[in-house]
């Protein structure tokens, strides 16, 4: 019985995976700190090979080895960095405000100034393919962020605390707009949640609820009942003893459909399926391109 419930699948989303993932999706999952930090890996790792005496090696060792089992791994699940976000934040951190060497003062300024420009094009360009409903989350962030960088050229005169600063601010800018906006966009779109609430009304009080798949989690958790499941293939036979209600993905309709199922549709959800964002969920008028549908079910 246990081995019904097992995940069989592969801990990523995408089969032979490419090895280098985690080093491009540093980019923007470390940012603004990426290329500062890559550099100052090369900096440590040529003094380590040098035999020039490093003030630890814990954090070193420690993230570059679960960067490149990760790596090896060939998984693509971008969060799986988070694990090593604390190690690379202590070996990058000495390289923001330290004496660096006249290339490396060079390189600190550059790097971080490519995040500081690109952060507010791509949060605008996001804005106008995204088309939000409503634009003041944005106007706020914008104020505020100006004036934040206007208070730091003003009352900071040295460069390299200039530049940690706007990259602080750019990071503080990015991260507003990406929770104020973006990310409820795309939770507006979790069928999944929809559907819990749909079925919290007290319309449905009486009802039997089952999830056809295991993965329903998000449902089961909004939900204010509890929630049984079915497998998919025992859909056909089963007979429930009280009024019920069956929540279904696009798949498991699809599924039901080929086998010639006898069930009822109570109603349909719009639903985005991916756990990454995609650029046509981002432009508006292709984003039908890749939503689907959950749906509620009756026999």
Not at 34 to 49: H, P, S, T
Not at 62 to 72: A, D, E, N, T
Not at 78 to 86: G, H, R
Request: charged share 15%; aromatic share 18%.
């Amino acid at each position: 019985q246990f081995g019904r419930f097992v995940n069989k699948g592969p801990i990523s989303q995408k089969a032979g995976g490419d090895i280098f993932f985690y080093l491009h999706t540093l980019l923007w999952a470390f940012a603004p700190w990426c290329l500062l930090f890559y550099y100052a890996i090369y900096k440590q790792v040529r003094q380590l090979f040098g035999k020039i005496r490093l003030v630890e090696y814990y954090t070193l060792s420690g993230g570059l080895l679960l960067l490149l089992l990760f790596s090896l791994s060939r998984f693509q699940l971008p969060f799986y960095t988070n694990a090593v976000f604390p190690l690379f934040a202590i070996i990058m951190a000495p390289y923001c405000y330290g004496r660096l060497s006249r290339f490396g003062t060079k390189f600190r300024l550059i790097s971080q100034y490519i995040y500081i420009v690109l952060f507010p094009v791509v949060i605008l360009a996001v804005n106008y393919f995204l088309k939000p409903g409503n634009n003041l989350p944005l106007a706020i962030d914008i104020i505020i962020f100006l004036a934040m960088a206007l208070g730091i050229f003003t009352q900071i005169k040295q460069s390299s605390q200039q530049v940690f600063l706007l990259s602080c601010t750019v990071a503080l800018f990015a991260n507003f707009y990406l929770n104020t906006v973006l990310y409820k966009e795309v939770a507006s779109y979790n069928g999944q949640i929809t559907a819990a609430r749909y079925l919290n009304q007290p319309a449905f009080a009486a009802k039997h609820l089952y999830s056809l798949k295991l993965t329903n989690n998000v449902f089961q958790f909004y939900t204010d009942k509890p929630v049984d499941y079915l497998a998919l293939d025992q859909f056909n036979n089963f007979k429930p003893d009280s009024a019920s209600v069956f929540y279904a993905n696009q798949a498991s309709i699809d599924y039901l459909n080929q086998t010639h199922a006898n069930f009822k549709i109570i109603q349909s959800f719009q639903n985005y399926p991916q756990e990454r964002i995609l650029p046509d969920f981002i432009n508006k008028p292709n984003r039908y391109k890749v939503l689907d549908k959950v749906y509620l079910i009756t026999k």
